[in-house]
């Protein structure tokens, strides 16, 4: 590839995602219907182990459905629903998604003790470097305050234990944590 055509294609994707998600996404995409079946159309999962996608982080979206179009991320519904996507679509999907607003779910917030042991794990791991004070996350890196607990929960149990592969840093990291503390960052998470 020539480096005038590679500059094109970097500029190319670098407008992608530097545009307002809201100028690039002002109606739903065409295949968005799928999703919404699941993920709601209010932005409301319609099962608690279901994500909320409704203002997830942009560049996150695109990559897990890449991911699961791919085979990197597992998940026999999502595989199957992503396969059929084009790179255009994942695009769309993930620009479109991004710019709904995030739902409030008014999950309850933890005992004290579970809040102190989520507050030692998240402080041995440093989690707000990347995932930000807010919890919002930015570009690549996903929101997960406010997340579903039970999404939560069973994310960060299958990156412990070797089900989900396709962030090889999580992995690692939360090979250290016992069930009670993913449950504990779990319930932490849910109520920011």
């Known amino acids: 590839m020539t480096p005038t055509r590679s500059l094109v294609i970097l500029l190319a994707l670098l407008g992608a995602f530097l545009l307002p998600a809201a100028a690039r996404a002002e109606t739903a995409p065409p295949k968005s219907a799928v999703c919404l079946a699941c993920h709601g159309a209010n932005g409301v999962p319609v099962a608690k182990y279901i994500p909320v996608i409704a203002g997830q ?74 995932h930000l004070a807010n919890w919002q996350g930015a570009s690549t890196t996903p929101r997960v305050g406010g997340q579903q607990i039970e999404y939560l929960r069973a994310t960060m149990a299958a990156f412990r234990d070797g089900h989900r592969t396709n962030n090889p840093w999580m992995a690692a990291l939360l090979k250290t944590y016992s069930d009670d503390d993913i449950d504990a960052l779990a319930q932490f998470l849910a109520a920011q």
């Open 57 to 130: 982080n942009e560049g996150y979206l695109y990559l897990e459905l890449r991911d699961y179009h791919l085979g990197n991320r597992k998940n026999p519904i999502m595989g199957t629903i992503a396969a059929q996507l084009s790179k255009q679509d994942m695009l769309d999907l993930a620009a479109w998604f991004s710019s709904q607003s995030w739902p409030a779910l008014n999950q309850p917030a933890p005992k004290p003790e579970v809040r102190k042991r989520a507050e030692t794990a998240i402080n041995a791991a440093v989690c707000q470097s990347c």
